[in-house]
């Protein structure tokens, strides 16, 4: 048995190898042609070169959204290859049973899921985090709009609500604005900074050209006092993950950075079911390689004739672009209808899982 077994797993990572690469050739091309057009268009620092690493750096991304798609190709296309030449017969007749074929490709499957956390959580975000700071050398800036991200913190009985204009680099921001509130919803000070540098050891902000404006009560009468400062350390437990979350896409921020901006939104009293939906998405996420190759396993079982394998990896090929779709469409759905969230980022899985799981027990099993 350790023999076929090798002989699977070499087979359906070479076969993952390939369509990989052929996705990601795919999506460099596509990506360098879009980001070329940027290329000696007033940046004099923005040449062919950086724009060549900024869609290398776009890599690592690409690969954690088509690793499942990926797994289920390669999978599908080696299971309807051995069923052609029968050497899947030939594996049957020598012990390999249904259940044990099944445990195979679950623990090839495994691999596959670890190989998905290990990119969606730390190399995906280094390269996006990298990619920040190679267009801050070259001017660019990174902001959600015309009004950039808004946050909301409580700092004992006031609250605060922060508007970040752009993103320099992660933890560097420019074109910052800090209001606080009182207990009674009354402004009690602004403060307008130019830029600004988190400083999350000691849970602050370094803020650089600042403008105060302080307001209180004498009496009857309403006091402005207005303060100019070159620097002013800001206490605060916004972190630049929180930042970059409210930003950017949330997709981008690692499990353990998404869960605490979660964790900061329900706090502060502010809605954070879309960053559920995600959390729990990049949750469930790398599971669907497990489901992918259950998926696969039934194709093993098929009789080919001649040239009929193409059919079958075209249709593996659409089954998984459903499943993304469905993906997509559930996260919109239940943002919309108020589902749980761990319900509206598992609901395509484990549709898939039990359209897999049948397929496996009607035709292996049954037949």
């Not at 896409?249 to 869960?259: E, G, K, S, V």
Request: proline letters at 3%; aromatic letters at 12%; one cysteine or more.
């Amino acid at each position: 048995m350790k023999v076929l077994r090798n002989l699977i797993y070499r087979e359906v990572i070479l076969a993952v190898l390939y369509v990989t690469l052929a996705f990601l050739a795919l999506f460099f091309f596509f990506d360098l042609v879009d980001e070329m057009r940027w290329v000696g268009s007033g940046n004099a620092g923005y040449t062919a070169g950086r724009a060549l690493l900024f869609v290398a750096l776009s890599i690592p991304g690409h690969l954690y959204e088509l690793m499942p798609i990926a797994v289920l190709i390669g999978a599908i296309f080696v299971m309807a290859r051995f069923a052609q030449s029968s050497e899947f017969t030939i594996m049957r007749t020598s012990g390999m049973g249904p259940w044990l074929a099944l445990r195979t490709l679950l623990a090839l499957g495994l691999g596959f899921v670890l190989l998905t956390v290990a990119v969606g959580d730390y190399a995906a975000p280094a390269a996006d985090k990298f990619s920040q700071k190679l267009r801050a050398m070259t001017g660019s800036q990174i902001s959600s709009g015309a009004t950039g991200a808004w946050l909301k913190e409580k700092q004992g009985e006031h609250s605060v609500a922060i508007n970040v204009g752009s993103i320099k680099t992660p933890g560097d921001f420019l074109n910052v604005r800090i209001f606080e509130f009182g207990a009674d919803g009354r402004i009690l000070s602004q403060i307008n900074a130019q830029a600004a540098q988190v400083d999350e050891d000691n849970d602050q902000w370094l803020l650089q050209g600042v403008q105060a404006t302080q307001l209180s009560q004498d009496g009857t009468k309403t006091r402005l006092t207005r303060v100019n400062e070159a620097t002013l350390n800001w206490p605060t437990k916004v972190t630049a993950a929180m930042v970059s979350g409210a930003l950017l896409n949330p997709d981008r921020m690692t499990t353990i950075a998404l869960f605490q901006f979660i964790r900061h939104l329900q706090d502060n009293g502010q809605a954070a079911q879309k960053y559920e939906i995600e959390f729990w998405r990049k949750v469930f996420y790398p599971l669907s390689c497990l489901v992918m190759v259950v998926l696969a396993l039934p194709f093993a079982y098929l009789h080919f004739r001649s040239g009929g394998i193409t059919a079958y990896v075209f249709g593996g090929v659409m089954a998984g672009i459903s499943f993304f779709l469905l993906n997509n469409v559930f996260g919109y759905i239940g943002t919309l209808q108020s589902w749980w969230p761990w319900l509206a980022a598992a609901a395509p899985g484990m549709l898939y899982t039990a359209l897999s799981l049948s397929a496996f027990g009607w035709l292996v099993l049954r037949r």
